[in-house]
């Protein structure tokens, strides 16, 4: 069983940044792929970047592409976003999940674990 909980959200005006941190309980982090979701009002939960267990593989969404960072410390059982030129449409609240599989997937029926999510708001 693996816990998430996620911090770090906040408001912030366009161009601004964020960094999100998601904290993991258990001692099998390491082999957990990661990835960050996120859910605007009246929308579905949709992908936003996710890393493999040693974080090598990241993957994002073109949305975000150049603009977010998805990092790992498995030292410290944790995973990053890092979030820069934020725009009002980035705003909604991040989630970080897990799953043990063998590559990113940008479903979120692929991640067995999820956090409570951490609000992230852009003013214009």
């Known amino acids: 069983q693996v816990q998430l909980v996620e911090s770090g959200g906040g408001l912030v005006q366009a161009g601004g940044s964020l960094r999100l941190s998601c904290a993991a309980s258990?001692?099998?982090?390491?082999?957990?792929?990661m990835g960050w979701f996120r859910q605007a009002p009246g929308k579905n939960r949709e992908f936003v970047a996710g890393?493999?267990?040693?974080?090598?593989?990241?993957r994002y969404a073109d949305s975000v592409k150049g603009r977010f960072t998805i990092s790992r410390d498995n030292a410290k059982n944790t995973v990053y976003l890092q979030m820069n030129s934020l725009t009002p449409e980035d705003t909604a609240v991040y989630y970080c999940?897990?799953?043990?599989?063998?590559?990113?997937?940008?479903?979120?029926?692929?991640?067995?674990?999820w956090g409570q999510g951490t609000q992230v708001t852009v003013s214009s």
């Open positions: 999940a897990g799953g043990r599989l063998i590559a990113v997937v940008v479903t979120t029926s692929g991640y067995a674990y």
């Open positions: 890393i493999g267990w040693n974080g090598d593989t990241t």
């Open positions: 258990g001692r099998t982090f390491n082999t957990y792929v």
